[in-house]
């Protein structure tokens, strides 16, 4: 039996395995079968069936989800955007406003300011980090509070207590899309938040081999966003469930090394003499740090910076180096490098980006499981190679 004092890797192992193990199979089994006898249900959402998310493959993996983030339920999605999107509409109707953070993630803020408004659904964009003025934007119809735990690509971290007492203070449901900081760093939960929110094609599936999401939180919340999806047709299939729940065993031991990685990394590249404005909330040149350090158990695998030289050099030094590989997306056991304003920021205009801090030469990394002393070299020789 698995109690809550166990660790999290315990947790990661064990939570949600069927008990007693199907046929003594210690891998849960694929289900492949889209639809199932009847067995006497009288709610729609109880038929068992693959796009109402309730086959045993989906209840195993939303269980471990849910013990993981100590939150009550979870549920699986075909992908981050449709946990974000699913959850959105499950809480805002047409004439509803919401509060959102002003850099969100590229498909997100596409989604609040260009299709939510064409439902009757506004936003304002609020600083999470500073909370001085959020209450001179609420509405009578303000609903939702929308963060996301560290943001993309400068690597800030909201003031997160402060988001959730005034979430608390003015009946507002709130969510955070916790993707960059995972399970690991951060519960979402156990701060008060009302829903957390994934894209587990980034870190909880962390093998860069499957597209999927995840919406956490408490039974009540969960049932209603489960009902929105169950007509808006985003579930998972048991496949990905298979993966997903492979992989998400070794979150805790990836994610720890990656961290350990991107520690390193960060201080090689703030020590060296030919980058600039390294972006790492490890570093306590970061205006984050000490929010990260009262918020987070690490300061996550991702670190933004510049190379002196601008456009020219940043795209001579990537095609230089060796073990990183030029792709959008994140969070998988291999290190990915890419400039932002080419691939997750290609949708915003070049001025909107140069207010929002991420220029042409901005680099982003994705930091892997590699050996740091090998992903150290590798950019050490890159920039040698390389001149501004
Ligand atoms: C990738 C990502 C998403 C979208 O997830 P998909 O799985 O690609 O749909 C949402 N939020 C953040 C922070 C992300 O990094």
Not at 202 to 218: E, F, L, P, R
Not at 257 to 262: I, V
Not at 338 to 343: D, I, Q, S, V
Request: charged content about 20%; aromatic content about 6%.
């Amino acid at each position: 039996m698995l109690k809550n004092s166990h660790s999290l890797n315990t947790k990661l192992v064990h939570a949600g395995e069927p008990d007693p193990r199907i046929e003594g199979a210690v891998s849960m089994p694929i289900f492949q079968s889209s639809t199932y006898e009847y067995g006497g249900e009288r709610h729609y959402d109880d038929i068992r069936y693959i796009r109402l998310n309730n086959t045993p493959n989906h209840k195993a993996i939303q269980k471990k989800l849910a013990v993981i983030e100590c939150a009550e339920s979870a549920l699986v999605t075909s992908s981050g955007m449709s946990a974000i999107t699913t959850s959105l509409l499950t809480f805002l109707q047409q004439g509803d406003h919401l509060l959102a953070h002003n850099t969100l993630y590229g498909g997100t803020a596409s989604f609040i300011l260009e299709d939510l408004p064409r439902y009757g659904i506004t936003c304002d964009l609020i600083d999470t980090t500073d909370s001085s003025d959020w209450i001179t934007m609420l509405q009578p119809n303000t609903k939702v509070i929308y963060a996301e735990t560290v943001t993309n690509p400068l690597l800030d971290v909201p003031e997160l207590g402060a988001v959730v007492d005034f979430a608390k203070d003015n009946k507002l449901i709130s969510m955070i899309d916790n993707t960059f900081a995972s399970p690991v760093l951060f519960s979402p939960a156990e701060l008060g938040f009302d829903l957390s929110l994934h894209s587990c094609t980034k870190y909880i599936n962390g093998h860069s081999d499957i597209v999927a999401g995840a919406v956490i939180g408490g039974d009540d919340l969960i049932k209603k966003v489960t009902s929105r999806m169950n007509h808006l047709g985003g579930s998972l299939n048991p496949g990905a469930c298979f993966l997903l729940h492979r992989a998400v065993k070794t979150l805790e031991l990836r994610m720890i090394r990656q961290c350990e990685n991107a520690g390193q990394i960060a201080s090689f590249l703030e020590n060296h003499p030919e980058i600039q404005n390294v972006k790492y909330p490890g570093l306590e040149s970061s205006a984050s740090h000490e929010r990260a350090k009262k918020y987070l158990c690490g300061f996550g695998a991702m670190v933004s910076f510049e190379v002196a030289g601008g456009e020219t050099r940043a795209k001579k030094f990537m095609d230089q180096l060796n073990l990183a590989i030029d792709a959008p997306s994140l969070g998988g056991l291999e290190t990915l490098i890419t400039r932002p304003a080419l691939t997750s920021h290609s949708g915003m205009s070049p001025s909107e980006r140069e207010k929002a801090g991420i220029t042409d030469s901005l680099i982003r990394l994705s930091v892997g499981i590699e050996l740091a002393e090998d992903l150290i070299s590798d950019l050490d020789q890159a920039l040698n190679k390389t001149t501004s």
